[in-house]
């Protein structure tokens, strides 16, 4: 008899997998946690019952959300990572040599303990990297109290639910501007535009409230079903006002070796957004929504 795993994120739809064999299945202090061997996307991380990432396809999330903002920046040296437990962005963000210490923050030490356990294809060896600082905590806390600055937050925070509900509050944004450097970016996950539009309109209308200059770009994952997954980001200048030469010596620079979704061409032809998710953004508080035609 085949097992399935259901995750009804969405009313009216649901995804399945089918359950090969679980790995873990237990219950920390703030969800649900399992991991299991699935039939078509390797081992898989669910909390809550909601896909996080899948060995399969985890690549697309974890490249875009770490390597676009890095080659936009181009001299990055701190980074702050909240939540982001299964360790596959911190492992994406140690590729880069200019990184001198990764700040990551996640509430879930069993979330941690499972990736280091069954999940070594997404995290590698970043938890063990010397230049990787762990805490175990809430981050909405952290960045109202740390006095670290950072080229680069990346949020890689869950749905808005349970825990990660503060990771979509004002005061949290407040908080993570706070703690950027000038020039500093900050990148987060919004949702799929196709389900979750209005987190995706809710987030940058608050991003404008905060940044000069805030956008959308989009990848595409496949175990975040229904489509685009919308990745937004904000920063006091316009990343998007960029030379494509730029980006692609700093490409060939950064020397990233195995990667299988990002690369220069996706870094600019993500920004170009269908009607529909166009259509749920709030009119540009800067130039920053256009990415610019400048001959390459
Ligand atoms: N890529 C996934 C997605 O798009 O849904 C998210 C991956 S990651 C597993 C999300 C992490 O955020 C979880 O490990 C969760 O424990 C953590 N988290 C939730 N709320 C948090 C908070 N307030 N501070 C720090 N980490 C938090």
Request: one cysteine or more; charged letters at 25%; aromatic letters at 10%.
């Amino acid at each position: 008899m085949t097992a399935w795993f259901n995750e009804t994120l969405y009313t009216g739809f649901r995804q399945s997998h089918e359950i090969k064999k679980v790995l873990f299945e237990g219950k920390s202090k703030y969800q649900k946690v399992k991991v299991f061997e699935s039939g078509r996307f390797g081992r898989m991380l669910a909390l809550d019952g909601v896909v996080q990432c899948t060995e399969g396809d985890e690549f697309v999330y974890h490249e875009m959300l770490t390597h676009l903002p890095m080659l936009a920046h181009g001299r990055v040296q701190s980074v702050l990572i909240i939540g982001g437990g299964d360790g596959g962005i911190l492992e994406e963000v140690l590729k880069h040599k200019s990184v001198k210490r990764a700040t990551m923050v996640e509430i879930d030490d069993v979330v941690i303990k499972v990736a280091k356990k069954y999940l070594p294809k997404i995290c590698g060896k970043a938890f063990a990297d010397r230049r990787t600082n762990l805490i175990v905590g809430d981050g909405a806390q952290w960045v109202a109290e740390t006095d670290e600055r950072y080229d680069l937050v990346i949020v890689d925070r869950p749905d808005p639910v349970g825990p990660a509900t503060v990771l979509f509050s004002k005061a949290f944004y407040d908080n993570c501007r706070r703690v950027m450097k000038p020039g500093a970016i900050l990148v987060a996950q919004n949702g799929v535009p196709h389900m979750q539009g209005p987190e995706l309109t809710g987030a940058v209308k608050l991003f404008q409230k905060i940044w000069a200059h805030s956008g959308t770009y989009l990848a595409v994952v496949p175990t975040y079903v229904c489509g685009f997954m919308s990745l937004t980001w904000a920063s006091d200048r316009d990343i998007t006002d960029i030379d494509p030469r730029l980006v692609f010596r700093r490409f060939d620079k950064a020397n990233l070796k195995g990667l299988n979704y990002y690369n220069p061409e996706i870094h600019f032809g993500a920004f170009a957004l269908p009607n529909f998710v166009a259509r749920l953004l709030p009119a540009p508080r800067s130039r920053a929504a256009k990415p610019k035609r400048r001959s390459a």
